[in-house]
């Protein structure tokens, strides 16, 4: 440090270690230029320590004038819209009434400090601070230390937070409360959460499923396990995916469903989870396969009636020439006989002789046992043609008066070679039983079901190689305002555990490849969806399943009787 003397020129020395010699300063002047030193010294240190903060710093004194500041400070102000001539006084704080309530709790109520936020709009937009106020005793009295922080970044972060909890919490309520499935994995695939609907279209709760992977829980034999790689490589990749997969819910149905999953990502962009919506399509499948069905057997009646006609034309004459040789060989018989006795009564040797040759007797007695075999064969073709034509006529679209006894003997003619070999076909059919309004083609699909059905329980029965036969017995009578057609077997029975799955899409208990699981399915729609009757059965295990089918008389508008699904 630098002292001047008396005579002008410089001294070196250290303070405290100035002595009194000739041309030094007195004792006196030495102790005040030290006290300026010091001072000038905390000052250029305090300032340094001010404006190497980070953020906006004052020191404020007991009425409110600026002390101190650093340029951050001067800055703010001067962005907050304070004049540059208020920035010493007190002034500035009516322009900020929250800072003005801290520092008045910290320089005249004596608090040792006070947190204040406040937030500011200019046209730059607005912005949130953050000011720790705190009170230091000093000899001009109470001053306030004020360290400001702009805490914009995390209000925005904190505002963001409470949008979206409140936006999960209402999607966690759509969530609940749809009938979709909605499921949440981690990155494994592993369960996080499921909702309700996960629960109505699986059987599974969210305490059963969580930790586990849906594959897991859910695939069985029929799930297609190039759609269970698509997605397991899609989740690899954090990739979303749609796809249609059949799965199997805890009580073992089978059931179609459509999936949506999305990748979740956290702030930094990663993917953190996986959101996938589910939706049980399988009614929508079955109606597809339905309409595809419906379109196959309308293929497959069109080319029938087309046979039909086409054998229906020879037949005819076939039939007509057997006829006419069965008629003309009785006279060729009579003049036969004729020239028979003419020749015996000239040679009777020569006569005896070429009757025997010619085995004239026999001809005599199984001819006619041919033709009539031929005309009763021929007969039986015409039968099976008709039949074949009347159960493969489209009908019309809407419903038409019918007569049902009709429709269920040309239904069990045209199906005869599936029920031939294991049971034996009767008909108890009420011939007083009125028309009833139906749509025919549909009617005679639904019989055709029932029947194959009933044959394929006898034959699950009684077994291959079995010797013995069951028996089908297809009835009809009238119950008040509905028509009802019974279809009875001898078969096994349906078991307990699967009584209430027997009309869903798809469930079938025969072996892959012998059953689509549809017949009872397309039955049920037709009769309940299609024509407002019900269909039920009455079944015992070991003695045999009876069908019903109750179809209204007169047509009424649909759904207004249920179809149980009822079993003794």
Known sequence: MVFATRAGGPRQGKIGQCRESEGCMTTQECHAQKGREHGEAAGALLTAILEGFDGLIAVVGPAGDILTCNSAWRKHMAWLGVPAEQFDGPGWTHLMPALRSGLYHVTRNGQRSVLVEYSSTTDDGQRWYEAKITGHITERGRIAVVVHSDVTARKLAEHEARRAAAENQRLALVARYTDNAVVITDTAGRIEWVNDGFT???????????????????????????????????????????????????????????????????????????????????????????VTQAQKLESIGQLAMGIAHEINTPAQYVGDNTRFLEESFGEIMQAVRSYEDA??????????????????????????????????????????????????????????????????????????????????????????????????????????????????????????????????????RLDGDFAEIRVSDTGAGIPEEIRDRIFDPFFTTKTVGKGTGQGLSIAHHTVVARHGGSIAFETKVGKGTTFVVRLPVRDRAVGDEAGAKEAA
């Open 343 to 476: 020749l015996r009564a000239l040679d009777g040797k020569k006569a005896d002789e070429l009757t025997r040759r010619h085995d004239l007797g026999y001809l005599h007695d199984e001819v006619p046992k041919a033709i009539v075999q031929s005309l009763e064969g021929i007969g039986r073709i015409s039968s099976i043609v008709r039949a074949m034509k009347d159960f493969s006529h489209p009908g019309a679209i809407e419903k038409e008066p019918a007569d049902l006894n009709e429709a269920i003997e040309s239904t069990v003619t045209v199906c005869r070679n599936r029920w031939k070999y294991v049971a034996d076909l009767s008909l108890d059919l009420d011939r007083n039983l009125p028309r009833v309004s139906v749509m025919r083609s549909e009617i005679n699909q639904v019989v055709l079901n029932l029947v194959v059905n009933a044959a394929d329980a006898i034959a699950e029965a009684l077994g291959e190689g079995a010797e013995e036969r069951g028996r089908i017995t297809v009835s009809t």
């Open 200 to 290: 109505r279209i699986t059987g599974y709760t969210l305490e059963e499923a969580v930790g586990k992977k849906p594959g897991h829980l859910l695939q069985g034999p029929d799930t297609c396990q190039e759609t269970v790689a698509l997605m397991r490589r899609a989740q690899q990749q954090g990739e979303g995916f749609d796809v249609e997969i059949i799965n199997y819910g805890k009580n073992g149905r089978r059931y179609w469903l459509d999936i949506e999953a999305r990748p979740i990502l956290d702030a930094s962009g990663e993917v953190c989870q996986f959101i996938a919506i589910e939706s049980d399509i399988t009614e929508k499948k079955a109606a597809e396969l339905h």
